[in-house]
């Protein structure tokens, strides 16, 4: 069974700086897209990062320019790192992956407990 950790959340001012970290177990890690989400209360999880296993990115519109998605497959890791944050920032934010489905339906694992990101002054 896959196991998802994230870290590295906690409360910055607008316009701060943060690195998320997601440490998977299994050994097919390289072969999965990664993704960061992320729930804001009384809000459903959405997609806000994505990166293929080839490298490939992509962002939702909300975080163009600002977040920037990377991963290590050496280390069965993916990092979010987050630029010029905004207290609409504020979420739980959390990361998955997909083989066979899509981002909006990841298969790699059960989701962890995510990290707490809170943007406010």
């Known amino acids: 069974q896959v196991q998802l950790v994230e870290s590295g959340g906690g409360l910055v001012q607008p316009g701060g700086s943060l690195r998320l970290s997601c440490a998977a177990s299994g050994s097919r890690f390289s072969v999965y897209a990664m993704g960061w989400y992320r729930q804001a209360p009384g809000k459903q999880r959405e997609v806000v990062a994505g990166i293929t296993s080839g490298g490939r990115t992509q962002y939702a519109d909300s975080v163009k320019g600002r977040f920037t998605i990377s991963r290590d497959n050496d280390k069965n890791m993916a990092y979010l790192q987050m630029n010029s944050l905004k207290p609409e920032d504020t979420a739980v934010y959390y990361c998955?992956?997909?083989?066979?489905?899509?981002?909006?339906?990841?298969?790699?694992?059960?989701w962890g407990q995510g990290t707490q990101v809170t943007v406010s002054s």
């Open positions: 998955n992956g997909y083989f066979y489905t899509n981002f909006d339906d990841p298969d790699f694992g059960s």
